[in-house]
């Protein structure tokens, strides 16, 4: 087969790892054309990457180009008209999480690609995580038994990237939609999938972006708008699942805690895990509390991660290989995170139809 052609919608931060990982692939693709609606921008990037043609106007992008897979690299708002779009003028797309600002969109995300019967994959990076392969392994051959109950935590200090990561109107939400997105998801891809039944949640504004500077790598790479900081800055949940499992989830980007953490715990009838900072099983034997730790190093390594995920969605977009990250999963994570800032408004349990 020949290379696929691939385009990239907003050439941001994250944008830098989707294009390292077809780059990483010269054989089977190539990026012939790249995106952004800041000119200079998308001029410098398409000039340091090698890439032939640069547009500002995704959809004169998409009717010029001949795409056969597009990544949707910008802010959340923009993930649904640019997603729609890549589907419609013909090509597979992995657009970046969240899927999009709430269920609604991801719905029509999901309907467009049915419709033109192309690949829609969310970029779920940590299902591609070398941490995520060791316990999958484990747990689908039963080491923990039945799942029951989970904890996900992803909180940061000080920690918010700033511009429209904290404007609601881009960004959809804060912590939760940006960084719980990411352990909720792991959570359910490692218990199998199971469906949201009812979802309590509380979110908090008490400390806003006002915070002492330092302390956050990830800072957005957009300059010149004026954004306004309206999300929140901690979020806390309790999801239960169609299986019985019950998840307690926490995210922050603002929080008085000592250190910054990121961990997901599952307790099972026969054993319980973690994955931070190794893999470690709990449980007993022959009488006794055991500790087990497989040998090696199981920490989330990210050299590699993004290669590994965008090398999947070509092999998808080649060889129509199963999709590991599809977008009904995506649509299910924007059901749980609309039912968790609702149930915050409301004050009470959001119940959802399975
Ligand atoms: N998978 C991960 O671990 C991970 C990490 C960081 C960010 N992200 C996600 O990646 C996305 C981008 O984040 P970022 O950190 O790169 O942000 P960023 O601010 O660095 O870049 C966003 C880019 O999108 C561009 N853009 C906005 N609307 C556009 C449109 N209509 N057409 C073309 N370009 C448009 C902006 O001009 C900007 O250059 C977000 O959805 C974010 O949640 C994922």
Redesign the pocket.
Known sequence: MRKIKVGI???????GCHIEGYKALPDLCEVSAV????ED?VKAYAARHGVARYYTD?NEMMAKEQLDAVSV????A??K??AIAALRGGANVIC???MAMNESESLEMLKTAEETGKLLMV?F?RRFGNDADILKNFIDSGTLGDIYYAKATYLRRNGC?G??FGDKEYAGGGPLI?LGV?VIDLVRYLAGGPKPVSVYGVTYSNLGDSRAVGGQS?V???KGFDFKYTVEDFASAMIRFDNGMTLAVEASFNLNLKKDMGNIELFGTKAGAKIDPQIEFFSDMNGMLVDIKPHGDTSLSFNGLFNREIAHFVDCVRNGTKCKSPAEDGVVLMRILDAVYKSANLGSEVKLDV
């Open positions: 919608i907003g050439t941001g931060n994250i944008s995106c952004d609606i800041d921008k995704y690299c910008t802010w959340n923009a993930h008209g640019a970046e999480k969240p970029g990076v990237p511009g429209w940006d990411h990830w957005s790479s957009t």
